[in-house]
């Protein structure tokens, strides 16, 4: 995972927390052969720890069309250098 911020570290932790008891259960689950039940549980962990990081809420909006507006409004010398080289 690439460039976590604190806030999203924090979410992950949170995400972990509530969804590892339900994954070891699922994993039991499967041990004990109840298939269907267990792989359901071990899915439902996955999907409550990848699912917060890969959605886009309506308070990340903001701050992507933040992100978006930055970097057509200022440049940073860097890219001012090399436009002037290409003109």
Same mark, same amino acid.
């Given at each position: 995972? =690439? &460039?976590?911020? %604190?806030? /999203?570290? %924090?979410?992950?932790? =949170?995400?972990?927390?509530?969804?590892?008891?339900?994954?070891?259960?699922?994993? &039991?689950?499967?041990?004990?052969?109840?298939?269907?039940?267990?792989?359901?549980? +071990?899915? +439902?962990?996955?999907?409550?720890?990848?699912?917060?990081?890969?959605? $886009?809420?309506?308070?990340?909006?903001?701050? /992507?069309?933040?992100?978006? =507006? +930055?970097? $057509?409004?200022?440049?940073?010398?860097? *890219?001012? *250098? *090399?436009?002037?080289?290409? *003109?």
């Amino acid at each position: 995972m =690439a &460039n976590l911020g %604190i806030l /999203d570290m %924090i979410g992950l932790a =949170a995400s972990l927390v509530f969804a590892l008891p339900v994954g070891v259960f699922g994993l &039991n689950r499967l041990l004990d052969g109840q298939t269907v039940l267990g792989g359901g549980l +071990v899915v +439902v962990a996955v999907a409550m720890v990848l699912l917060p990081q890969k959605l $886009t809420t309506p308070m990340d909006l903001p701050a /992507d069309l933040a992100g978006a =507006a +930055v970097g $057509t409004v200022a440049k940073t010398p860097e *890219e001012d *250098e *090399e436009r002037d080289r290409s *003109e």
